[in-house]
């Protein structure tokens, strides 16, 4: 009775056919466009290696300020982030840049060490005060940056859960536009 109802057979062909043409109708959004730059910057990273705007060159990143005193810490975010990143293969960086000058590369590697920083995707920079001053200047507090292979702030997000999702998907975005 069942087979020969017309309802059933539309349900099957509804329930193979939607599968195979929904990619045709999927929209992907357009990468956010670029809202500033990064200054040139001369830093040093945890293992006391030379970092600059340079070192970003070609690469997404995840940008974040924090400082190693918890006044600033979102670093548990970021965490968050690189399991994401690594467990869906995305070759996008993140960069942790210190506000406290104070805050030394055997500091900062102690630190990353603690908080499981994979060191081949996640660097913590430091250095003069004045250089971590203009960098810092180029976010709203509490905010990350995704920025781009040239330098370009590509947006500013909050590290909640809902801004995670949202740079997690929108880092993506930016890494499409850049192999283009």
């Known amino acids: 009775m069942l087979l020969r109802s017309p309802y059933f057979w ?16 999927r929209h992907i959004p357009d990468p956010p466009p670029v809202s500033g730059r990064l200054p040139t910057f001369a830093l040093i990273d945890q293992r006391g290696r030379p970092f600059g705007l340079a070192d970003l060159e070609g690469r997404v990143q995840i940008v974040d300020f924090f400082s190693t005193t918890g006044a600033l810490d979102p670093t548990r975010a970021m965490h968050t982030l690189q399991r994401r990143l690594k467990q869906h293969r995305l070759p996008i960086r993140l960069i942790s840049i210190t506000v406290d000058p104070g805050d030394t590369p055997p500091l900062l590697a102690r630190y990353a060490r603690a908080h499981d920083a994979d060191p081949h995707r996640w ?12 960098l810092a200047a180029v976010h709203r507090p509490g905010r990350f940056l995704i920025v ?12 909640d859960k809902m801004g995670l999702d ?3 998907h929108r880092s993506q975005h930016v890494l499409r536009d850049q192999r283009r």
């Open 10 to 25: 539309a349900a099957i062909v509804a329930m193979v056919t939607l599968p195979l043409i929904r990619p045709l109708f």
């Open 123 to 134: 660097s913590f920079l430091t250095g003069p005060g004045l250089q971590l001053q203009r």
């Open 148 to 159: 781009d292979g040239d330098g370009g702030i590509r947006g500013q997000y909050h590290p």
């Open 166 to 168: 949202e740079m997690f």
